[in-house]
């Protein structure tokens, strides 16, 4: 068996994150669903969702739409409170350097823009979505920095190794709440447009009662007091069941970006 929370797994988050899954592993057992004690942490992500021994985890949007489907199941959609948010939707703030005479969008022409990995919906897809319209002959950056996560786009933009960046917002929450040092350097100029948050998944073999009993768990857990000072940290308020076309959307966006001429952060 295996249960994973990698998303927002820092380790400021841990002790959270860990209490979490200890609360979950107990109503996924009441409801018959076979749980591990602990979760997953240094397994690379990609692998632990291919697992079919996988439990639950959560991936981001981009990869389960245009990846992962047939090989995990959606289970719920998470609600987050930050700024960003509206219900099970999400969105990226584009942020730079707290000094940055930036005020939109259009004044980020000719920068170096900092994102997290490729296959990120917050950090990439919806970055371009964001600026598509704006670029010329398929450009609109002077270039780009691959970090490999947000709250390293984050520092290489408040270090001045790039001028922006695109940051789940949940993310920039969280770096508002744990890391002031870095955030406090920052500002958010723009925002990206809106898509489903951050799927929970399971084994793509599970019937469909097994789906329906992690549901109840996940709605359950996620709304029993007990867990509200967890819930806090990790600024989650609940789950919602969206239809697995809804993340279609994430595939939508990429293609207008492409349509408009503008197929890569460039």
Partial sequence: MIASLPMYDWPDLRLATDALWAALARALRDRGIA???????????????????????????????????????????????????????????IVVRADDPARGLVDLRGRVAAYNAPDS????????????????????????????????????V???????????????SLAEHYRVDIAARLKVVAWSPPAPALPFVTAADRTDDEVEAIRAALRDVLADPATAATRRALLIAGVEVLDDGAYDAIVEMERAAIDVGYPALA
Avoid: K, N
């Fill in 35 to 93: 749980a591990p004690d602990r979760l997953e942490h240094a397994r690379p992500r990609e692998a632990q969702w291919r697992d079919p021994d996988l439990v639950l985890s959560q991936t981001c949007g981009y990869p389960y739409a245009t990846a992962l489907r047939g090989t995990v199941r959606l289970v719920a959609t998470p609600a987050y409170i930050a700024d960003g948010c509206e219900g099970p939707l999400y969105r990226s703030a």
């Fill in 121 to 156: 919906q917050s950090g990439y897809s919806a970055f371009r979505a964001a600026v598509a319209t704006l670029a010329r002959e398929s450009r609109f950056f002077a270039g780009t920095v691959r970090t490999g996560a947000h709250l390293s786009s984050m520092i290489a």
């Fill in 158 to 172: 408040a270090d001045g190794q790039a001028d922006c960046a695109a940051i789940d917002c949940v993310c920039w």
